[in-house]
């Protein structure tokens, strides 16, 4: 929290930084005193704003509100699961500085995730929910993705990828249904379509990534390439963003960004051949401690969303 504060007061003293839309903190970086997967939507918000960590945080963002009025936060989150069979719960959590505005707990696990003891269990309804899309004060609507859920704006109903068939349990409601069990597969089948309607529907022009962190810089070559860069391609060349942790050090300003703008439809179809498509902070600054740096900070400014039909070879 005292690094948050930080921060926001660098931001408040320079104009380069004035009327910001969000800040974005990496995956897990707030902890909450209990789960909320197991409830009901209207529950959620309800138990994440009475958490004192979330009214902690939102304490410093009011200080921010004069000079950038309506910026949000938009943040990761663990909490324990109730139950001992389920993996940390990670929630992305975007806050106004008075209430919860949004959030977007985690539909697509990794492989590891969902094997062995203790599984990652999405939520059916999660892969529908409106929760996950926030309004920016510029007017933008924002997809909210929990760390590996940005790799999903690429999934398809036509042909799953691993993502698809990492997800192995599924709850509904107060009943959990598992691989081999009677229905899932159907009921696995319905979440990717809710998941493709609703992503058609809302059409956000900008994503946000919680992400939980890096060994250290240059590791992250996949993540740009086939989470961020593949998110701004499958938002018709929309705004993509992410932040993390990175446990040894941390990057240059125009280093491992986890940002782009403005990626052709194509690269969804390039495979391997993939490239990065970095977008380059526009200003950045960091925070230090005893010649320690303790974060580096980036501001994006970028076109939203683009039209950009795929060119066609004249014949």
Same mark, same amino acid.
């Given at each position: 929290?005292?690094?948050?504060?930080?921060?926001?007061?660098?931001?408040?003293?320079?104009?380069?930084?004035?009327?910001?839309?969000?800040?974005?903190?990496?995956?897990?970086?707030?902890?909450?005193?209990? #789960?909320?997967?197991?409830?009901?939507?209207?529950?959620?918000?309800?138990?994440?704003?009475?958490?004192?960590?979330?009214?902690?945080?939102?304490?410093?963002?009011?200080?921010?509100?004069?000079?950038?009025?309506?910026?949000?936060?938009?943040?990761?989150?663990?909490?324990?699961?109730?139950?001992?069979?389920?993996?940390?719960?990670?929630?992305?959590?975007?806050?106004?500085?008075?209430?919860?505005?949004?959030?977007?707990?985690?539909?697509?696990?990794?492989?590891?995730?969902?094997?062995?003891?203790?599984?990652?269990?999405?939520?059916?309804?999660?892969?529908?929910?409106?929760?996950?899309?926030?309004?920016?004060?510029?007017?933008?609507?924002?997809?909210?993705?929990?760390?590996?859920?940005?790799?999903?704006?690429?999934?398809?109903?036509?042909?799953?990828?691993?993502?698809?068939?990492?997800?192995?349990?599924?709850?509904?409601?107060?009943?959990?249904?598992?691989?081999?069990? #009677?229905?899932?597969?159907?009921?696995?089948?319905?979440?990717?379509?809710?998941?493709?309607?609703?992503?058609?529907?809302?059409?956000? #022009?900008?994503?946000?990534?919680?992400?939980?962190?890096?060994?250290? #810089?240059?590791?992250?070559?996949?993540?740009?390439?086939?989470?961020?860069?593949?998110?701004?391609?499958?938002?018709?060349?929309?705004?993509?963003?992410?932040?993390?942790?990175?446990?040894?050090?941390?990057?240059?300003?125009?280093?491992?960004?986890?940002?782009?703008?403005?990626?052709?439809?194509?690269?969804?179809?390039?495979?391997?051949?993939?490239?990065?498509?970095?977008?380059?902070?526009?200003?950045?600054?960091?925070?230090?401690?005893?010649?320690?740096?303790?974060?580096?900070?980036?501001?994006?400014?970028?076109?939203?969303?683009?039209?950009?039909?795929?060119?066609?070879?004249?014949?």
């Amino acid at each position: 929290m005292d690094l948050l504060g930080q921060v926001i007061a660098t931001m408040r003293a320079n104009r380069t930084w004035l009327k910001a839309d969000a800040i974005v903190l990496p995956g897990g970086f707030l902890r909450l005193r209990r #789960p909320i997967g197991h409830l009901p939507a209207p529950e959620r918000a309800l138990s994440i704003a009475v958490d004192p960590t979330i009214k902690a945080a939102q304490a410093l963002l009011a200080t921010l509100q004069e000079t950038s009025p309506g910026c949000l936060l938009i943040t990761g989150v663990l909490a324990d699961p109730s139950d001992a069979r389920q993996r940390v719960e990670q929630v992305c959590v975007a806050l106004s500085a008075s209430k919860v505005v949004g959030m977007a707990r985690k539909i697509f696990p990794t492989r590891g995730e969902s094997r062995g003891r203790k599984c990652t269990t999405p939520n059916v309804e999660d892969y529908r929910s409106r929760e996950r899309l926030v309004t920016l004060p510029s007017g933008h609507k924002v997809l909210l993705s929990a760390c590996y859920d940005l790799f999903g704006l690429s999934e398809t109903t036509d042909d799953p990828s691993m993502r698809y068939h990492a997800i192995r349990r599924l709850r509904s409601g107060s009943q959990i249904l598992g691989m081999g069990e #009677p229905g899932f597969r159907n009921l696995r089948r319905q979440c990717l379509q809710n998941w493709a309607d609703m992503l058609k529907a809302e059409a956000p #022009p900008v994503a946000i990534a919680t992400i939980h962190g890096f060994e250290r #810089p240059g590791l992250d070559g996949f993540w740009q390439r086939h989470g961020i860069a593949a998110a701004s391609a499958s938002l018709n060349g929309g705004l993509a963003v992410g932040a993390a942790h990175f446990e040894d050090w941390l990057p240059e300003p125009g280093q491992s960004t986890l940002a782009s703008n403005g990626v052709p439809k194509r690269h969804l179809t390039a495979g391997t051949g993939r490239k990065a498509h970095r977008l380059a902070p526009k200003d950045s600054f960091s925070i230090e401690q005893k010649g320690e740096q303790l974060a580096l900070v980036r501001l994006f400014e970028a076109v939203p969303a683009i039209n950009q039909p795929v060119k066609r070879r004249k014949r």
